[in-house]
C-alpha cells in the first residue's frame, strides 16, 4: 500500500513475462537490452487490475539502479511517486541500501522524492559500468 495510490499492486516479472516491459522502457527511451541479464529485477504495477507503469532494479551489493517508467496517460496523478516508494521498499528488501537512478529529465521527480544528485567520483563502479553512454545527471538516496 502506498500513500495516494492504496490499491496500487506490483507483481514480479519473471523473463518470459517481461515484454511489454521492454515495450514501455523502449518508448521511455529507458535501456531496455538488458532486462533479462543476472541481477535484475522487474515488476509490473496495477490499479484495480489495469496496468499502470514498470519499475526494475538492478541490484550490485550495496548499490542498486533504478529503471521507472508510469505509463504516458497516466502520469501527474502521483503514480511515479508511489511507485518509486514501493520499490525502495523492495530494494532494501534486496539488501542494498543506495538506489541511483538516471534522471534524464526527470531532475525535478526526483528531488521531489528525495534524491539528491550524485557527484561522478561518489558513484560505485559496478553503478558507473550500468551506466549509459552520455548519462549526465545521475541521483541517488539512501534507502536503507
Ligand atoms: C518520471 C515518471 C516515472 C514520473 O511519473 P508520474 O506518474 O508522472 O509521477 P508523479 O505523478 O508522481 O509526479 C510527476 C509530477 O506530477 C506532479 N503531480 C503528482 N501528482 C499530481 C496530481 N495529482 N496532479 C498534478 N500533478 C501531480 C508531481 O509533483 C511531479 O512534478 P515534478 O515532476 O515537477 O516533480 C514519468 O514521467 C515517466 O515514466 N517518464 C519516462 C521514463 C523516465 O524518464 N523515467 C525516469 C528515469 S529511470
Known sequence: MTAGHPK????PLAPFEREGLRRA???????????????????RFEENDVPVG????EVHGD???LRIVTLPV???????????TALEGET????????????????AFFAEQGY?????????VAI?????????????KQVG
Do not use: K, N, Q
Request: charged share 20%.
Open 128 to 140: 558507473a559500468a550500468s551506466l549509459p553512454a552520455g548519462t549526465d545527471l545521475v541521483m541517488a
Open 74 to 84: 497516466l502520469r501527474h496523478r502521483g503514480l511515479g511517486g508511489a511507485i518509486a
Open 54 to 57: 514498470f519499475g526494475g532494479i
Open 92 to 107: 532494501v528488501a534486496l539488501g542494498c541500501r543506495t538506489l541511483y537512478v538516471v534522471v534524464g529529465g526527470e531532475a
Open 8 to 11: 496500487l499492486l506490483w507483481l
Open 116 to 124: 539528491v544528485p550524485s557527484r561522478p567520483d561518489a558513484i560505485p
Open 63 to 65: 548499490d542498486g539502479l
Open 25 to 43: 522502457l523502449e518508448r521511455a527511451g529507458l535501456p531496455h537490452d538488458d532486462i533479462d541479464a543476472p541481477g535484475r529485477w522487474f515488476w
